[in-house]
């Protein structure tokens, strides 16, 4: 069955930093990987979304970037860290039958 | 006003009583999902529906997409049930499958 490992946990970096956020799967091939934030008191909201490697779509304009080096690994980077970038971080695959697959989460905190 | 809508957002029961969460949506969806957020943040897919009823063990969904509206039902609560209940959508026709979140409603069960 899929999984989805997703690291760190949690994270304390100062504005200003890098970021950087892996997500792997196991358990299958090609599959279409997302990357969400959940800010506080809000929903989930979607960031980032791939297809296959190399390929990566932005839904919303932000300080952050996205890559696909590997069919099943999926990155969330930043160069520098806002304040704003402060939530929590979900990496989720959808299978072709559409069921949902998610990560233990990151949660952010930038100071 | 957003495309999904779940009430209450709060939600207060007694061990063993029967709890109905709803969701409303204003797109056409492919599918629908009910997920579980514990608090450490990591979410698990409980049902995805689209169309009519599915049960797993004390969980019900119900969906009826002329009204766009599904329902999750826990019967004989538990304390164990506490969490953060999240309808999401699947719009029909997107290429990618990308959620859209509902809000989530915040569960505590008391023994």
């Known amino acids: 069955s899929q999984t989805i490992h997703q690291w760190p946990a949690t994270l304390v970096q100062p504005v200003g930093s890098p970021l950087s956020l892996e997500c792997t799967v196991e358990?299958?091939?090609?599959?279409?990987l997302y990357w969400y934030r959940q800010a506080a008191g809000r929903g989930l909201q979607l960031l980032f979304y791939?297809?296959?490697?190399?390929?990566i779509s932005s839904e919303v304009p932000q300080n952050l970037s996205a890559s696909r080096p590997q069919d099943r690994q999926f990155i969330l980077s930043s160069k520098k860290l806002l304040l704003s970038d402060s939530g929590f971080y979900l990496c989720?695959?959808?299978?072709?039958?559409?069921?949902?697959?998610f990560g233990q989460g990151t949660r952010l905190t930038v100071v | 006003k957003n495309e999904v809508e779940q009430s209450p957002q709060n939600l207060t029961a007694q061990e063993g009583e029967f709890i109905t969460i709803n969701c409303s949506y204003s797109?056409?969806?492919?599918?629908l999902h009910w997920l579980q957020q514990h608090p450490g943040g990591g979410i698990v897919s409980l049902f995805m529906?689209?169309?009519g009823k599915k049960k797993h063990g004390r969980l019900i969904a119900t969906i009826n997409i002329q009204e766009k509206h599904s329902s999750l039902h826990i019967t004989a609560s538990h304390p164990r049930d506490s969490a953060v209940y999240i309808c999401?959508?699947?719009?029909?026709?997107?290429?990618?499958?990308?959620?859209?979140f509902g809000q989530g409603t915040i569960l505590t069960v008391h023994p």
């Open positions: 989720s695959l959808h299978t072709r039958g559409g069921e949902a697959f």
């Open positions: 358990g299958t091939s090609n599959p279409n």
């Open positions: 791939s297809v296959g490697i190399g390929q």
């Open positions: 797109v056409g969806i492919s599918a």
């Open positions: 529906l689209s169309s």
């Open positions: 999401a959508v699947r719009a029909g026709g997107t290429s990618y499958g990308k959620l859209t």
